[in-house]
């Protein structure tokens, strides 16, 4: 089974590539004590800054502009970025929301280019706390995130209809829950890797179950599949399929009618067999009965009349 969901979907951006931190190239240091607004001020790496300073720090609100178009708006402190500001980067990306020394750091919400947008909490530029994410496709999680990664509690939904509520780890569906598919098929139970795993139930619609042990995706080891008209098969399964004899009879479908047909006609031929051998065994004692009458009617046979 795939599932879309297992990706990491922060962007490709160097967190280190638009440190706020830079050396100021020109203009006069004024008095520490206050904030003041300046003009537009060149730093060493070609960036532009125009905002409140205090001292000889950034400290305040602000823009900070890169020379390969990347921007920062929003508030400073001693620096650093600090507080709430939106950063664009060159190829369109915008994230949103708090900051803590240069890292987005609080609740904030990521956009990128594409459409998918991630809306939750952030520790140190990564992902981290609750959250929801949404795709152009109409795709959206749900859940708990763990350094940037989908880990803990969490629900997926497909634009088809199909959902999955419950534990992700790195990313992927692993550990336990409930998988709904759109063609009204279930399964619970315990995962790993995005895969049945485990001990779980499946059901489906038409009413067939499934209770028992999978391995990645297949009915393997002791299980137990009933049809809706009672009947079941209880024993082992192999990659899939029933291995062994099992307990239990299944009464539902062809191979059962097949088989039934195929018992009927043995008792037939059975029933046949045994009243030939009956009744061969009868006009055999009939003659054998004639024989010794006629030998005895011979001269000087034993019998007169």
Not at 151 to 157: A, D, I, R
Not at 209 to 234: C, I, L, Q
Request: with cysteine; aromatic share 14%; charged share 25%.
């Amino acid at each position: 089974m795939s599932f879309p969901c297992c990706e990491d979907d922060q962007g490709d951006h160097d967190p280190n590539a638009y440190r706020l931190t830079e050396v100021v190239l020109v203009g006069p240091a004024p008095a520490p004590e206050e904030r003041e607004s300046r003009p537009e001020v060149l730093l060493r790496n070609g960036s532009r800054y125009t905002g409140q300073w205090k001292g000889n720090f950034r400290d305040g609100s602000g823009s900070l502009v890169w020379p390969d178009g990347a921007s920062y708006v929003g508030e400073f402190l001693e620096d650093v970025a600090e507080g709430y500001g939106k950063f664009i980067q060159p190829e369109g990306d915008v994230y949103e929301g708090h900051w803590r020394a240069d890292k987005a750091h609080g609740k904030g919400k990521y956009t990128q280019v594409d459409g998918a947008v991630f809306e939750g909490e952030w520790v140190a530029d990564q992902q981290h706390g609750l959250g929801q994410e949404t795709w152009p496709d109409g795709s959206t999680y749900v859940g708990e995130y763990l350094e940037g990664k989908k880990t803990g509690k969490g629900t997926f939904s497909w634009p088809g209809g199909s959902k999955y509520s419950g534990t992700f780890k790195d990313n992927e569906i692993d550990g336990e829950g409930t998988y709904d598919w759109s063609d009204g098929r279930r399964y619970h139970g315990q995962w790993s890797r995005c895969k049945m795993h485990g001990i779980g139930t499946c059901v489906w619609p038409d009413g067939r179950s499934y209770e028992g042990r999978y391995h990645y995706d297949k009915k393997h080891g002791y299980g137990v599949f009933r049809w809706p008209d009672g009947s079941r098969f209880t024993g082992e399964w192999q990659d899939g399929k029933q291995h062994g004899a099992g307990g239990g009879l299944r009464t539902h479908g062809p191979h059962f009618a097949d088989l039934l047909r195929l018992s009927n006609c043995v008792a037939h031929v059975s029933f046949l067999a045994t009243l030939g051998a009956i009744m061969f065994v009868m006009v055999a004692m009939f003659w054998l009965l004639i024989l010794i009458v006629t030998v005895l009617k011979e001269p000087g046979g034993l019998i007169s009349f």
